[in-house]
């Protein structure tokens, strides 16, 4: 597809129960980024890969969240043992750092929504 | 590091008025800087970039850097304007985007 493409797009989970989250972003884009946006909420970043690795995870709220990333293309955000507070959309991102920076663009995915209950 | 601050979460005006949505950043550099937005059940996307000095959907965003701002603003606010918007940034050097959090702004009747 031409979009960065998520996948479920919805989810619903028992509490205590871990969940994995994937992004398909486009093609080429070395850039990816995971964040979140609880109910009527902003952005909240969770984590930023430049390739297969990840220079910035300070957005990750515990260490019940992971990601990896692979090939240079597909991500999985995980979370364990999921609680109620983790109910939100999860939102990824991708982008092709330019040579020109104010070219950067980033294209999001349409979201996951995570409710766990 | 790079930081962008959004201070108001929410901003209601009448339709019609003038609308300023805040953005400042941080960063001893020169920034590159963007405006999002994402409307009702619709994705993310880019609204305008600086360097573009563009008027889209009558949005216009002035940087400056002496008060290190790149505010957002349409000088008569219409209806299908509510929805999300997020500033952020990227440096040569980090080439990631940095956003703020997100202003809703409401234009209501």
């Known amino acids: 597809g031409a979009g960065v493409s998520q996948s479920p797009s919805n989810k619903v989970t028992e509490k205590g129960k871990d969940v994995e989250l994937r992004c398909d972003p486009i093609?080429?884009?070395?850039?990816l980024y995971w964040y979140r946006q609880r109910l009527g909420q902003g952005l909240e970043f969770l984590i930023y890969?430049?390739?297969?690795?990840?220079?910035?995870k300070s957005g990750l709220p515990s260490d019940r969240f992971s990601a990896e990333r692979t090939g240079e293309s597909v991500s999985t955000l995980t979370i364990q043992r999921t609680q109620q507070e983790d109910s939100a959309v999860y939102l990824c991102a991708s982008s092709s750092p330019m040579d020109r920076v104010w070219d950067t663009e980033a294209f999001f995915g349409q979201g996951t929504r995570l409710t766990v209950v | 590091a790079q930081r962008v601050t959004q201070p108001e979460k929410l901003l209601s005006v009448f339709k019609g008025a003038p609308v300023e949505l805040k953005c400042n950043y941080s960063y001893s550099g020169s920034p590159e800087l963007f405006w999002y937005v994402q409307y009702s059940r619709q994705r993310l996307q880019l609204l305008l970039r600086h360097i573009s000095r563009e008027s889209i959907k009558g949005f216009t965003a002035d940087l400056n850097k002496g008060e290190t701002s790149f505010h957002l603003k349409k000088p008569f606010a219409q209806e299908e304007d509510s929805a999300m918007y997020y500033c952020a940034l990227v440096t040569g050097t980090a080439s990631k985007l940095t956003f703020g959090t997100g202003t809703r702004l409401q234009v209501t009747l």
């Open positions: 093609s080429g884009h070395t850039a």
């Open positions: 890969f430049q390739g297969n690795s990840a220079p910035d």
